[in-house]
């Protein structure tokens, strides 16, 4: 992530982009941009359309438009939104809106608007006024009118007409009419036959009389049994209240309980998924860290094994390195025995010369056991080159060994150390083979040591033989125990990841059985829950049905009231009735009455006593008429509301054919009253089988109650029951699963105890295997260790030197390094700068760029293209600079390696000037090659000319081993003391041509080191401006993308317009 100067992290290139639009598109500059495009469009298009008047085209497309016109409604609302876009000065809009709706004939003006709607000249004064002082279109000022209208409360006020009460007055001067017409008619009926009305009259009395006690004794009935079935309702009503209110509170309680027990099973269950997953976490914690300790055990003790295996390889290149030396020493006793013999037989054919005369038979016998010894020697010698075959054997198995093992660093030093000692003890075998030369002037009189030295030497033989049989007896046996050990690495490796994929099958399969269990009970306590819901939603419905029942029975009894209510009313009435009959029977034999227009007694209020009373002061004889007025009146509408009461609609026929019977003539009357006793009589027997039939089915309606009394008993009994059965069923599933859980719970723990002490007593075992294997190594591995101590120690001692002599010149190349590294961070101080300063300047002109780019497209395409020719001048210039500082990295690379090759060459000089033995000094120098590969393939060429150089020296060592082999036949005899003299110089010589070599080679491998450290940061230098190019391209792409980005934003209403204008085309 690209930072600033404080550290803070830059804003990238899509979130810039993102910034960008979203601030332009909250400033409305996209919908101005894309409005001022669209109006440009459809300029262009009028102007195109103007310009191509004849194009077939265009003239079907104004055809077309000249075709459409909008209705006076449609260019009523087209004038107030372009007058409401023009005040608002929506120019764009309004470009756009004007061509879309077919131009300005499509319109009409404000004026002409209010004339439409009927608008008079003072309301538009007013409207024009305001919308000049408040700026408002007619628009907004017609919407806040209609606004202020709406919001007004309106109230609706009816006034009687008297087109209403036309037809009212009409119905009463007719009703009027009818009464005095019916009047007049029975008054001369009276006049013609005073005695039979007055008869008739009594008759007909006695019937209402009759009728109004049996109908006040029925009403008394029906009060008694209306009453009693009241109470017994009510009595009822109140006991299933609270039946229903027992039983409701009941299954609430029971429920709560049941909710309750569930939440706290619930909770209880929780609770032990808790435990027992804590319970779980901390074994599997426990295993983790046992499993993790016995891992580090088997890590400790891989490493010990691993150290072991690598003091044994020590051991062998010790024990093959004095092989070696052994081989060497016996190379060098041949070689002296060879010389030995020749300077014997010299010396031998010189005694001869001397006295050959005298010692002729001596000299035959010497001859002759010279010959034994020859061939005796030559056996030896035969025997020394079949050892010479077998010893290249074995140095080519320890090759061999050597390679499978080359990886670790000791044994190559260990290797250098060895050549260079074997090189060491070939100098020293020569030197002691110049030495034996010179003393075999000595050895003329101890010639008889001859075949004690063969004796000792064939005596040696066989302990080289036989210390190669047990070198060879080890090797196999140290391979062997490599095998073995690799083998039980494995097992145990194997062995681990079983115990730990046990380990982690164990747990979850743990895990899934608690799951599982956790769920089969989940899925019981939901079963168990749905079912009571079930149970609960049943017992609420049969509520409902009970409730139901109620209502209707409710119902009835309202009804039943009514109906009652009813006839009091009228057995109220009919009691008032026959107060006013007796009043008229004891008034009827009064004084006369004068008799009056029924005009003038109507005047009065006839309902009232007091004016009742003065009429018939005043109307003698009209008392009755009018009794008997009302009476029918009454009598009608009594059987009016029977008639309504059974399902027979009234007939105004009946009343008027009753009326006319009462003024017909006697003898009709008379008949008309028998009718009337019969029909009263049949009235009476259907009123009394009506109430037997309300009798028998207020008595049914009781056994229906009592029934249903009975059915809900016996349901809320089975319910009961039901209840009780289900509580039973669920203590008893509870109590089992409960059970069950224990006992799994139970099997689970004694499982896993089981698995837990045979996995601790396998990790016992394997701890108590690996200690003894421990201890074993251990022990063999402090004695190895005490051993390698020693010659560590012995080793030390001569680096200690080296490494004072080393230091010196090792502070002087720091100071170089330090001198080197400050002027490259100097450098990449520069380079950084320069780097900041065009970043900075990349910035500015990325900003200037954004702002030429929405200002003109045009100009930031040009701007564009001088920048890209700007950048590829800066990368041309950055690929000069990365190229004259590669170039620089190579040449001091090559000065370097000229250095290394330089240092290379003084220990070849110094060991061509002491004319030692050089051919082992090119393995020495593969051996730098392998460590040094990595630094740089032109160190080839310098190992090139080292091996050239080695070579030619080895030739030069073989010339001057033949001149020391000529110079050593002439050499004096000397004594053991010079002899010894010389042996001690010689052996300080080889050491300290030994530590020479040790510090060659010491040097060589700090120069590839330090070779290498150089080539490595001269890579990372180069990778890291490798990635710093590629970040600025990325960069600069990114910010080239963003400029597209915003043309693509500008763009974006072209598109939109030229959508708009192929749709406006096609329909076209």
């Not at 309750?260 to 295993?287: M, N």
Request: hydrophobic share 30%.
């Amino acid at each position: 992530m690209a930072l600033d100067e404080d550290g803070k992290p830059l804003m990238s290139l899509e979130e810039m982009k993102e910034g960008m639009f979203q601030s332009i598109r909250d400033n409305g500059t996209v919908e101005l941009i894309r409005a001022q495009l669209r109006r440009q469009f459809i300029e262009k298009l009028q102007q195109h359309r103007l310009n191509d008047d004849r194009d077939d085209e265009n003239n079907a497309g104004r055809a077309n438009q000249d075709a459409v016109s909008s209705t006076p409604d449609e260019k009523l609302v087209h004038g107030l939104v372009a007058e409401y876009l023009a005040s608002k000065g929506l120019e764009n809009t309004l470009a756009v809106f004007i061509p879309e709706i077919g131009g300005s004939r499509n319109q009409v003006d404000s004026t002409t608007i209010l004339e439409i709607l009927h608008v008079n000249s003072s309301i538009q004064n007013k409207l024009k006024m305001e919308r000049v002082s408040t700026g408002h279109s007619l628009l907004f000022v017609l919407v806040k009118e209609l606004v202020r209208r709406f919001q007004l409360a309106t109230m609706d006020s009816g006034t009687q007409t008297a087109m209403d009460c036309f037809d009212h007055r009409i119905v009463l001067e007719n009703e009027l009419r009818r009464v005095e017409n019916s009047y007049l008619a029975e008054c001369a009926a009276q006049k013609l036959d005073p005695e039979k009305s007055l008869e008739e009259r009594m008759v007909q009395y006695q019937r209402e009389y009759d009728r109004i006690c049996e109908k006040r004794l029925q009403e008394e009935l029906e009060q008694y049994k209306s009453t009693e079935v009241a109470l017994v309702r009510a009595e009822e009503r109140k006991r299933f209240n609270r039946e229903v209110d027992n039983l409701r509170a009941s299954l609430l309680q029971e429920y709560r309980n049941k909710q309750e027990r569930l939440q706290e099973h619930e909770r209880e269950l929780e609770l032990a998924f808790v435990a027992r997953r804590t319970e779980l976490e901390t074994s599997l914690f426990e295993t983790r860290q046992s499993l993790f300790k016995d891992l580090e055990r088997l890590r400790v003790k891989e490493a010990e094994l691993q150290v072991k295996v690598e003091s044994d390889i020590r051991h062998f290149a010790s024990e093959t390195q004095r092989f070696q030396l052994w081989e060497e020493s016996v190379r060098t006793q041949e070689a002296n025995l060879e010389g030995i013999v020749g300077q014997a037989m010299r010396e031998k054919e010189r005694a001869w010369n001397i006295e050959r005369q005298q010692a002729l038979a001596d000299i035959q016998t010497k001859q002759d056991d010279l010959a034994d010894r020859e061939r005796t020697l030559a056996a030896e010698t035969g025997t020394v080159k079949t050892l010479k075959t077998q010893v290249v054997t074995l140095q080519q198995e320890v090759a061999a060994l050597e390679a499978a093992l080359s990886k670790s660093g000791d044994e190559l030093r260990i290797a250098q150390s060895s050549a260079l000692q074997l090189n060491k003890d070939r100098q020293r075998l020569e030197e002691k083979v110049a030495e034996l030369e010179t003393q075999l002037g000595e050895q003329n009189t101890n010639f008889v040591d001859v075949n004690t030295t063969n004796a000792r030497l064939v005596a040696e033989k066989s302990l080289v033989n036989d210390d190669l049989l047990r070198y060879k007896q080890k090797n196999t046996e140290i391979k062997e125990q490599l095998k073995l050990i690799t083998v039980e690495v494995k097992s145990l490796q194997q062995q681990i990841l079983d115990m730990k994929l046990n380990e982690a099958n164990a747990i979850v399969a743990e895990r899934k059985k608690f799951m599982q269990i956790m769920e089969e009970e989940r899925e019981r306590s939901r079963w168990k829950e749905s079912e009571l819901l079930v149970k609960l939603r049943e017992m609420q419905s049969r509520l409902a049905e009970s409730e139901a029942l109620a209502e209707k029975y409710q119902s009835q009894y309202e009804d039943e009231r009514v109906h009652v209510e009813a006839l009091r009313h009228d057995v109220s009435s009919l009691n008032s009735l026959l107060t006013q009959a007796q009043a008229t029977i004891n008034a009827k034999h009064g004084p006369s009455r004068q008799t009056g227009s029924f005009r003038a007694q109507r005047s009065s209020d006839s309902y009232e006593t007091p004016h009742f009373a003065a009429s018939d002061h005043q109307m003698p004889g009209g008392s009755e008429r009018t009794f008997m007025m009302k009476m029918m009146e009454m009598m009608a509408n009594f059987q009016q509301e029977r008639a309504g009461n059974t399902g027979v609609t009234p007939d105004i026929s009946h009343t008027h054919t009753f009326q006319a019977a009462t003024i017909s003539p006697t003898p009709q009357l008379h008949s008309e009253e028998q009718e009337e006793a019969k029909r009263l009589k049949g009235d009476q027997e259907r009123i009394e089988r009506e109430l037997t039939e309300q009798r028998e089915y207020e008595k049914k309606q009781q056994a229906r109650k009592e029934e249903q009394e009975r059915e809900l008993a016996e349901q809320h009994r089975e319910f009961e029951e039901k209840l009780a059965r289900m509580r039973r069923d669920r203590i008893e599933e509870e109590e089992r699963m409960e059970e069950l859980r224990k006992r799994n719970r139970a099997e689970e723990e004694a499982k896993l105890q089981e698995d837990l002490a045979r996995q601790r007593a396998e990790a016992a075992e394997l701890q108590q295997k690996l200690v003894e294997q421990h201890l074993a190594d251990e022990k063999q591995r402090l004695e190895e260790e005490q051993a390698f101590k020693e010659r560590r120690l012995a080793e030390e001692q001569k680096l200690n030197r080296e490494i004072e002599a080393k230091r010196s010149q090792q502070q002087i190349e720091d100071e170089l390094a330090a001198k080197q590294r400050e002027e490259r961070e100097a450098e990449d101080e520069r380079l950084r700068l320069v780097r900041k300063a065009q970043d900075e300047q990349e910035r500015i002109r990325l900003e200037q760029e954004q702002a030429r780019a929405l200002q003109a497209a045009m100009q930031k395409q040009e701007e564009d293209r001088r920048q890209e020719e700007l950048r590829l001048a800066e990368e041309r210039i950055l690929k000069d600079a990365v190229e004259a500082s590669d170039t620089e990295a190579i040449e001091e690379a090559s000065w370097k390696e000229s250095s290394i090759e330089d240092e290379d060459e003084e220990p070849n000089d110094n060991e061509e000037k002491s004319g030692s033995d050089v051919e082992e000094i090119p393995p020495n120098d593969n051996v730098a090659e392998d460590t040094t590969s990595d630094v740089h393939s032109d160190n080839e060429a310098a190992e090139e000319s080292v091996a050239s150089a080695g070579s030619h020296n080895g030739a030069q060592g073989d010339d001057a081993a033949s001149d020391i082999s000529t110079i050593i036949e002439n050499m004096p005899a000397k004594t053991p003391e010079e002899e010894e003299q010389e042996r001690q110089k010689a052996a300080e010589e080889a050491k300290k041509k030994e530590d020479e070599n040790v510090i060659d080679v010491y040097r060589q491998r700090v120069l590839a080191r330090k070779a290498a450290e150089k080539q490595r940061q001269q890579e990372l230098e180069a990778e890291n401006e490798r990635k710093a190019k590629e970040e600025e391209e990325r960069q600069r792409a990114q910010l080239l993308d963003a400029s597209g980005s915003d043309q693509e934003l500008e763009l974006s209403g072209g598109s939109f317009a030229e959508s708009s204008a192929a749709s406006n085309s096609d329909s076209f």
